[in-house]
T-cell receptor, first 113, second 117 residues
Framework: SQTIHQWPATLVQPVGSPLSLECTVE??????LYWYRQAAGRGLQLLFY??????ISSEVPQNLSASRPQDRQFILSSKKLLLSDSGFYLC????????????FGEGSWLTVV | AQKITQTQPGMFVQEKEAVTLDCTYD???????LFWYKQPSSGEMIFLIY??????QNATEGRYSLNFQKARKSANLVISASQLGDSAMYFC??????????????FGTGTRLQVFP
């Protein structure tokens, strides 16, 4: 089966500190990968997507960056967190056997204090 | 521009009854896909059902069905025989057909469904 792992599940970080959220996908090759953010009480906003290793597209200008060093690894980073970066971050995958449906991991809760 | 609208911030339904969650969309692309996701309090986003713009019949998946009215640009989710475990946030989402090699979705703001005994 195809699974998505995200870690850490929960993170509390001070303003100005760095961030690294990791997402790995199992059971599939060459998936499309996505990072979405959900602010409190709101829908999901697409931050980044990747169609292959080293290929990153940013959807909105922001304080965050993404990288895809391996086919099944997607990393969300920041050099200096802002309070507005707080939220729930979801990694998703599509393609490679799942058709055009995006399946999501369990998410990472980030609180910037 | 694409847009997904969910006008019901919250809905209540009694156990074993059916409930309809509304979703309207706006797109100029003739090819698109519509999705519904369930998000329980744990936060995980769970895929429920998919409807393609060219599908002739409404999608069904177990107790979930999608009432697709193309002319009205609506894609309402119907949950039959509600269960207590159906209590969650429900999101409608759309993918435009021009995303040939990606499946980028835009999401509505969600509807919180509460099922009571």
């Amino acid at each position: 089966s195809q699974t998505i792992h995200q870690w850490p599940a929960t993170l509390v970080q001070p303003v100005g500190s760095p961030l690294s959220l990791e997402c790995t996908v199992e059971g599939t090759s060459n998936p499309n990968l996505y990072w979405y953010r959900q602010a409190a009480g709101r829908g999901l906003q697409l931050l980044f997507y990747s169609v292959g290793i080293g290929q990153i597209s940013s959807e909105v200008p922001q304080n965050l960056s993404a990288s895809r060093p391996q086919d099944r690894q997607f990393i969300l980073s920041s050099k200096k967190l802002l309070l507005s970066d707080s939220g729930f971050y979801l990694c998703g995958r599509s393609g490679a056997g799942s058709g055009n449906t995006i399946y999501f991991g369990e998410g990472s809760w980030l609180t910037v204090v | 521009a694409q847009k997904i609208t969910q006008t019901q911030p919250g809905m209540f339904v009694q156990e074993k009854e059916a409930v309809t969650l509304d979703c309207t969309y706006d797109t100029s692309d003739p090819s698109y896909g519509l999705f519904w996701y369930k998000q329980p309090s744990s936060g995980e986003m769970i895929f429920l059902i998919y409807q393609g713009s060219y599908d002739q019949q409404n999608a069904t998946e177990g107790r979930y069905s999608l009432n697709f009215q193309k002319a009205r640009k609506s894609a309402n989710l119907v949950i039959s025989a509600s269960q207590l475990g159906d209590s969650a946030m429900y999101f409608c989402a759309m993918r435009e057909g021009s995303s040939y090699n990606t499946d980028k979705l835009i999401f509505g703001t969600g509807t919180r469904l509460q099922v009571f005994p």
